[in-house]
């Protein structure tokens, strides 16, 4: 009797493990206690293709990582890119977005995510504090291109919303940075590169506590040739082997072309960001978009934006209202028909409004009706077209940052030097700097007998000014373009700053420099 009942209690077992995975209760219950605990994550089900052996995996970071995504308000839009690897080439993948939301009571809202202007995926928003993941596989038709742009579009409605919008924001969605691409490879990815690619069009410059001070300057120098060819840079201080050394740094130069200059007047506005790809709204919408003048040599001033929409179709009598304003002056009022749907304008934009940084703004409504003033209406469409521009002038920009870099544009190669060490964080600003100072066309390298521009770390001692020719003092300055610039004549003291450059055309000689 005992082995029977041995027998049945393990046909018993038996049978409520294959009970158990046929209903694939384990994988549910693992699955619900990770959601408890993490937050959920939706996954957008997709045919999976046969499992690859020997797989090589790599994360791409989106373009400019450390820049915060936030969506505010109901509606509101943003898009990122990431650059694929182009040497290693993808053969799978997944698009991973990390969110965190903050929701008042009683809104109704979705988070919806496009790939190439598709959409691909969508999230509801829940009231409170949450943090969602969500992913979305990606197809060889996202492989095909260089580059993967994503958008996100904030939509829903709230109590407070239709009656009187003005109440204040009912949603707030932020994209963490933790949001990325994950790939399989047909190789590993080793060629630089595609490693600048996975993280996020951004250099990393090893740094280390014990580099020189002449070292330090040859890849300070590096860093900023890196910033024309539109690439971030981050400073390093660590002892990771993904950080470039300065022969990595020179290889790597050959890899990228340097940036066409003046393209910040003539490119496209529009193209990016908040303001790509479709809209999809309640009575009206704004595109907005910042452009400076600031530290041109010889940078023309925009004289006309080069409008090009595309809206959807109204009932008529319905027409759409536009209107153009620049640093909040009213440059343009138009309207379009109900049965049009393109829209192309050649906008004057005088010059006696711009400044040394301008806020662009452009704003359609709807005459579509509404029920009552609680009523948001129907749902309209329009699109600001990347072909959307700029069309510069021949009047001509002047600030003192544009005289600076005039003088700088006579010299043949401007030579930098540095009065001590840097730390990572002030190598940081610093380059930055150094990109807006020296003219795009203009060659730099280490000085090695004289200076043309001079980094003053934050216990400099002050160098000697050359006898004839100005100088300038260059700090950083949020208000003003990130630059202040202050001309010194001859004769004049060097006023005691802290983290600058001093700025010498006639070139300062290292023996005469104190520090």
């Known amino acids: 009797m005992r082995m029977i009942g ?34 959920s994550q939706l996954v957008f089900e997709h045919r999976k293709a ?55 009571d009683g809104v109704e809202g979705v988070l919806r995510i496009s790939i190439q202007n598709t959409r691909r995926g969508e999230m509801l928003l829940r009231s409170g504090e949450a943090g969602r993941s969500l992913q979305i596989p990606l197809s060889p038709m996202d492989f095909a291109g260089d580059q993967l742009v994503v958008s996100f579009s904030l939509q829903g409605t709230g109590p ?30 080793q060629s630089t590169r595609d490693r600048v690619h996975a ?14 001070q002449e070292e330090q300057t040859r890849r300070l120098v590096l860093a900023t040739q890196f910033q024309r060819r539109s690439l971030g840079t981050f400073f390093d201080t660590g002892q990771s082997d993904d950080a470039l050394t300065t022969i990595g740094l020179r290889d790597a ?9 003046e393209l910040a007047i003539t490119s496209n506005l529009f193209g990016t960001g908040a303001n790509a790809g479709m809209r999809r709204f309640h009575r009206s919408t704004v595109w907005r978009k910042r452009y400076a ?63 040394v940084t301008n806020a662009l703004e452009v704003a359609v409504t709807s005459t579509a009706p509404h029920g009552n003033v609680c009523d948001d209406g129907p749902e309209l469409v ?28 006579e010299i043949d190669q401007i030579s930098v030097t540095m009065t001590g060490r840097l730390t990572a964080l002030d190598a940081d600003v610093i380059s930055q700097m150094l990109n807006k100072v020296i ?22 001692q002050a160098p000697a000014l050359p006898v004839t020719g100005p100088a300038w003092v260059v700090t950083h300055d949020n208000a003003l373009a990130g630059l202040s610039v202050q001309k010194i004549e001859p004769g004049d003291a060097l006023p005691r700053t802290g983290l600058a450059l001093l700025v010498t055309p006639n070139a300062t000689l290292l023996s005469e420099a104190g520090g």
């Open 6 to 39: 041995i027998g049945l209690l393990g046909f018993l077992l038996a049978g409520i493990a294959l009970l158990l995975s046929t209903m694939n209760i384990l994988e549910q219950g693992q699955r619900f206690v990770r959601e408890f605990a993490s937050g």
């Open 50 to 104: 046969t499992t690859e052996q020997s797989l090589h995996r790599a994360v791409v970071q989106r373009t400019n990582p450390d820049h915060p995504l936030i969506l505010s308000g109901l509606p509101a839009y943003q898009s990122v890119s990431f650059t694929l690897p182009v040497d290693a080439r993808p053969t799978s993948g997944y698009l991973q977005i990390d969110a965190t939301s903050q929701v008042l």
């Open 160 to 189: 407070h919303r239709p009656c009187r919008p003005e109440d204040g924001v009912e949603a707030i969605v932020e994209i963490e940075t933790t949001s990325a691409i994950y790939l399989t490879l047909d190789r590993p990815l």
């Open 199 to 212: 993280w996020g069009n951004v250099v990393r410059v090893a740094w280390p506590q014990w580099l020189q």
């Open 253 to 261: 130069l050959t890899l990228f072309p340097p940036r066409e200059p």
């Open 293 to 355: 003048l600031a530290g041109g040599t010889g940078q023309p001033m925009p004289e006309q934006l080069d409008l090009q929409m595309l809206f959807g179709r109204l009932i008529e009598p319905q027409y759409w209202a536009l209107t153009v304003t620049l640093n909040n002056r009213l440059v343009f009022q138009g309207h379009i028909t109900g049965k049009e749907t393109e829209y192309n304008a050649l906008i004057d934009l005088p010059r006696e409004v711009q400044a």
């Open 382 to 409: 329009a699109e600001m077209l990347p072909a959307s521009r700029l069309i510069a002038g021949n009047a001509v920009f002047t600030d003192p940052l544009s005289k600076l870099k005039d003088a700088l544009s």
């Open 439 to 460: 003219p795009l066309n203009s060659e730099f390298k280490p000085a090695r007998s004289k200076a043309h521009v001079t980094v003053l770390s934050q216990d400099h």
